[in-house]
């Protein structure tokens, strides 16, 4: 006896309910409506275009799994998305995982797509089929592979909104792709506090690139995934192959190079693929979240190579590019909101990209769940939540000067060789603030907190969390501290 859509889907949920957090599973899941199911063939209702998208941003893996446990290994999904009546449907297709043919019946936006045969993973760099395999980074013979840039799509340059804050970085991109073996911006560094939009710009250079010259080898790779896979071929005794894989490309962009600090052999290392592509003529993309002068951990000889060709800031964006922005947001997500409300929101929220789109997503999804018109009393009243939670984006730099501060000290005292007490206590306050509310090495911790190494920061963070249990007067102060570093505007 054959299932229906709503017993099918019933089943599912009973696996997704165990594997997903139970707020997750209220918001994302519980509004999904089963319609039909056609043999392998599932299809499901979600309430709009930006629930779909984070659906599938989010939660593709495990539905993969789950419907080839109830439909088999064939099984295909298809979502109709119901756009809220009286609202026109979304102008363009909304971006979809594969392929496939949009229509829109009525008021119904549908898109079908197989599943995938495994959960959709990052790839490591793949190697063409027909050869043999000798190693994890050894090309085979003298064929040139094909590989996996590892590049997001939907990072392009047409949905990276230019304004001031930002022109010198995409107009040095465009010019990289108009002439990618003879331009002057080699080694292009994108430089800027976070979420300001350095990702997005470094993979939509890379996009555009591999959409003009297809033969390219192109790859994108995060500098703890490149230090992850340097501490790989080092242990499987692979290093030199794993050096001539990456002289083979032709656009390495390595995001976040600030976290090569303190890593002395993956920066020598790096230093070597880095002469050998630029003496070639290969183009190189870096990231990072300061200036190559106020960096530190890295070797001199690598950060004068940063600065040979273009340094570009990324700063906060003013008023008018913030609007675009979301603007440029609603309309990717099919959706029609206010003037009013986008002004509000882009009034309201100044520090970064990530979290203006933070608060629109917030809106979206109170309006979605809650079949709530967006006005600009409900945009009022969640961003009023929202930003009356502390969100300061906590870094080493402000740490220290909060910490020096409440001591009435120099920054730069942390640095010297003094044993006075009060030195001595700031700079393991500092250390252990820093391990606790910032993504931090200890390495990089203990190199900008006084100079030390990692051992003395493990020893320090220690010592704080030891004397925390039985000094009321350190617990006094750290309170202090703590309340000043979490409610900071």
Not at 83 to 99: L, M
Not at 232 to 237: F, I, K, L, Q
């Amino acid at each position: 006896m054959e299932l229906s859509a709503q017993e099918i889907w019933n089943k599912c949920l009973e696996f997704i309910k165990d594997n997903v957090p139970a707020q997750s599973y209220k918001t994302w899941f519980v509004p999904i409506t089963p319609l039909k199911v056609d043999k392998n063939l599932l299809t499901i209702q979600v309430p709009s275009p930006f629930f779909y998208e984070y659906i599938e941003e989010q939660y593709i893996d495990i539905l993969s799994v789950v419907l080839k446990r109830t439909l088999g290994p064939n099984a295909q999904l298809n979502y109709r998305i119901m756009v809220d009546s009286g609202k026109k449907p979304a102008s363009r297709p909304v971006a979809g995982r594969t392929q496939g043919t949009y229509t829109f019946p009525g008021n119904m936006h549908q898109q079908q797509y197989g599943v995938p045969q495994q959960p959709a993973a990052p790839q490591q760099p793949a190697y063409s089929p027909q050869q043999p395999q000798l190693g994890p980074y050894i090309i085979p013979g003298i064929k040139k592979i094909n590989i996996n840039p590892q590049l997001n799509p939907n990072y392009t340059i047409d949905n990276f909104v230019e304004g001031e804050c930002n022109r010198l970085g995409r107009s040095a991109g465009e010019a990289i792709v108009a002439r990618l073996s003879n331009n002057p911006y080699n080694p292009l560094l994108i430089h800027g506090d976070s979420g300001l939009g350095k990702t997005h710009l470094a993979q939509a250079i890379g996009n555009s690139i591999k959409n003009a010259y297809p033969d390219k080898l192109v790859l994108y790779v995060s500098a703890n995934k490149f230090q992850t896979q340097y501490c790989d071929a080092v242990r499987s005794n692979n290093r030199n192959d794993f050096i001539h894989f990456y002289q083979m490309l032709d656009v390495l962009i390595i995001d976040d190079v600030q976290e090569f600090a303190g890593k002395q052999s993956t920066q020598d290392t790096f230093f070597h693929i880095f002469n050998q592509l630029q003496q070639n003529g290969k183009q190189i993309i870096l990231t990072c979240d300061k200036d190559p002068s106020e960096l530190k951990g890295l070797s001199k000889r690598l950060l004068s190579r940063f600065k040979w060709g273009l340094v570009a800031e990324i700063t906060i964006p003013n008023f008018e590019t913030r609007l675009n922005i979301l603007r440029k947001k609603a309309y990717n997500d099919g959706m029609d909101i206010p003037d009013d409300v986008l002004e509000y929101i882009a009034q309201t929220v100044i520090s970064n990209v990530r979290e203006l789109e933070g608060a629109l997503i917030s809106i979206l999804a109170q309006s979605t769940l809650n079949h709530k018109e967006i006005t600009l009393d409900l945009a009022r009243s969640i961003l009023e939540k929202i930003i009356r939670k502390p969100k300061y984006d906590l870094t080493l730099d402000y740490i220290i000067k909060v910490v020096c501060a409440h001591f009435k000290m120099s920054p730069e005292v942390l640095n010297t060789k003094s044993r006075k007490r009060e030195i001595v206590q700031a700079r393991q306050l500092a250390m252990y603030f820093a391990k606790n509310l910032t993504n931090s090495s200890l390495a990089v911790i203990g190199m900008q907190i006084g100079n030390r190494d990692h051992s003395t920061v493990l020893h320090a963070c220690k010592t704080v969390a030891d004397l925390l249990q039985t000094d009321k007067q350190l617990k006094a102060i750290y309170d202090e501290i703590e309340t000043k570093l979490k409610y900071a505007n």
